[in-house]
């Protein structure tokens, strides 16, 4: 069932249209819906939409890319304003401007979270937590990404906390750990988490001092390549909450300037990756999933601190949409080359959910 849109026309006339579109970019949405109107009806069928969607996610080697019968019809219904099977061209308008435009042309930014000298080689190195792994293996790559990418925006985040900071082991007594805390101050070990008293009670997961405010321990990795025009973003700076994602503290009750500087450079796509894989870089994935950014998250780039807590990373990232790739796939995606079928399912979804926000 799902090929049968292979047999019925000659789709291979049209499987490069959004690459030459991509590159040229001399054409128009009329252009594209006469292109795949195969019967010429002024509609849209299944058959056709399922064309449009394989010449849309394919990657620059020409691969196309699956996609699942069940989402190919959701997609469409998002489109499907009447709701009678077609897409007609005034709802095709929509879906170009708000959809294909975006998948074909993504406005891509580059975040890389905390890859401070404290969690490599200072008081909180990650290579003597039980994953074992070597934060400074993420320079490199990062530093060639940087190097031959044209993002669109790229984003440092710092790990940035006052010397009173709640995460600190050596901070234990300066507050009340509740009764109802899983571990007592007296047995609070590195790594322990315990819940203070507050109000309001917080949990909260005990790690060594790290990245104190203007230490060297904050200063981000000395052969870490900073490009010109880019954004550092400082999180964890209330001593009161601590601040895994780049977005918010743990408590939500302050967010960074992250959100409004994405919305100023409209953008579509983030990419995330940095230290540590299962802590920072996963709960800013997450959130960007949330806020309903198009996620990507790149694993070569990124360490972490716990095999288990990556494993629940990756599936967290995946299971909301988002992709996991490796560095080497990330220019081809940029540039629109390589379009990713969950990336544009994710955008349909959003586009669905803020359609009904609004007809309410
Ligand atoms: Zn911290």
């Not at 074992?132 to 940087?146: D, F, H, S, T, Y």
């Not at 095999?307 to 540039?335: F, H, R, Y």
Request: with cysteine; aromatic share 10%; charged share 30%.
């Amino acid at each position: 069932m799902a090929n049968g849109a292979d047999t019925r026309y000659d789709v291979s006339a049209d499987i490069d249209w959004f690459d030459r579109y991509n590159t040229k970019g001399n054409f128009d949405m009329d252009a594209c819906f006469n292109a795949f109107d195969k019967d010429g009806d002024g509609y849209l069928n299944l058959n056709e939409f399922h064309t449009i969607c394989r010449a849309l996610f394919r990657n620059d080697k020409g691969k196309i890319y699956s996609l699942e019968p069940k989402k190919l019809q959701d997609i469409l219904s998002v489109f499907d304003k009447k709701k009678d099977g077609l897409i007609d061209r005034e709802e095709f308008a929509f879906c170009w401007n708000n959809w294909i435009k975006k998948i074909v042309r993504p406005v891509s930014v580059f975040l890389v979270v905390d890859v401070q000298n404290d969690f490599i080689s200072g008081t909180l190195n990650i290579s003597q937590c039980s994953a074992r792994q070597n934060g400074a293996e993420v320079v490199e790559p990062i530093n060639k990404l940087l190097e031959t990418v044209k993002f669109d925006t790229v984003f440092y985040s710092l790990d940035w906390h006052p010397s009173d900071h709640v995460s600190f082991i050596d901070n234990l007594p300066q507050r009340k750990v509740h009764s109802s805390s899983p571990v007592s101050a007296e047995e609070a070990r590195t790594y322990d988490t315990v819940i203070f008293e507050g109000p309001p009670l917080m949990k909260q997961r005990l790690w060594p001092r790290h990245c104190v405010q203007d230490s060297w321990g904050a200063e981000l990795h000395k052969d870490l390549k900073i490009v010109d025009n880019s954004i550092k973003i400082y999180k964890g700076t209330n001593p009161e909450v601590d601040s895994y994602s780049v977005f918010w503290d743990n408590k939500k009750l302050t967010d960074t300037t992250l959100v409004s500087q994405l919305q100023e450079k409209n953008a579509t796509d983030i990419y995330i990756c940095g230290l540590a894989y299962d802590v920072c870089v996963g709960a800013t994935a997450a959130d960007a999933l949330a806020i309903g950014y198009r996620t990507i998250l790149i694993d070569d780039c990124s360490r972490g601190v716990d095999l288990k807590d990556i494993e629940k990373t990756k599936n967290t990232v995946t299971s909301n949409n988002g992709v996991i790739v490796d560095s080497s796939q990330v220019k081809a995606m940029v540039e629109g080359r390589d379009r990713r079928p969950e990336l544009g399912y994710k955008l349909a979804m959003e586009l669905k959910s803020i359609m009904s926000d609004k007809s309410k």
